[in-house]
């Protein structure tokens, strides 16, 4: 059985419980069924479609948090759980879904380097019932912040091309942690393309993603759980700067490395769910 159709993720983003935390903050609740299904037809492709019918956009931000609703709540995370979301960014749906899960018995911390970005999520976590702690940092630093076995799951949401991109940055000498993040991503992805093009970014990139992936299964304690996902932009892959074959398959990349660190994990990822896009793993 797939752990979701559209439907259901309709249901959660809209008139559930995800769109509770939502309500009055967007226009979503207006748009009538039929806009409702194309929007959600168009948010939820992979490669996400490129235009999106009016009122797609803010109902995409609920759609993510839909989906990690579902994937959080199918772990069968503890009563009163601690969360970590690694690069974050400004991006909320990991928050959001924790919120709507596990309100104020749950707590969330994030490692966010890019202080702007982490502004940007602070905003945004506004009102939440969610015991929440934004920490300012770099994530290879995570093992000298938290202890082993301190989480009952870490999050990368679309994370990992930020940890790859940020690693390339530091070797091209831009230090991402006071940036405006947006107009400088470009440039980012395309250095991050010459050094796959030349070296599949064994030389930087790969080193940093293990050094990141084997602190993140150390904090999370065993039987706990380490959750993926991704997505590209179908307007992305038709431009010449922008490396396609590299970001549509990070998933595959992230999978390959975080099975071979030293501290086990086991694929655990629910039926249905597209493994090019999403990974769900145990620690042993």
Known sequence: MPLWTIEQLLSEA??????????GLDDVDQLDVEALRVGAEQVLARPQK?????????????????????????????????????CAGGSDPVVVAVDVLFGDHGTYVTINLNRGLAAELTERAQGLDLQIR??????????SLFEDASFDCVCFHHAVNDILQTAVAAKYGLD????????TERQMIEWMSVEHRQHGLTEVGLPELRTIFEAAARVVRPGGALVFDHWTWEYH???DWFPGDLFNHLIPLAREVALSLDTPLQEI????????WWMVLRRA
């Open 176 to 183: 991402t942690r006071d940036i405006d993040w947006w107009p």
């Open 14 to 23: 809209v008139g559930g419980r995800v769109g509770e935390r939502f309500r």
């Open 134 to 143: 934004i920490i300012e940092d770099d994530a290879q630093n995570l093992n």
């Open 237 to 239: 892959l038709a431009l």
């Open 269 to 276: 990822t629910p039926e249905g769910l597209d493994q090019q």
């Open 50 to 86: 490129s235009e999106f019918i009016p009122g797609a956009r803010p109902l995409s931000r609920r759609l993510l948090a839909a989906q990690w609703t579902l994937v959080l709540e199918s772990l069968g995370l503890p009563a009163e759980p601690k969360v970590l979301e690694l």
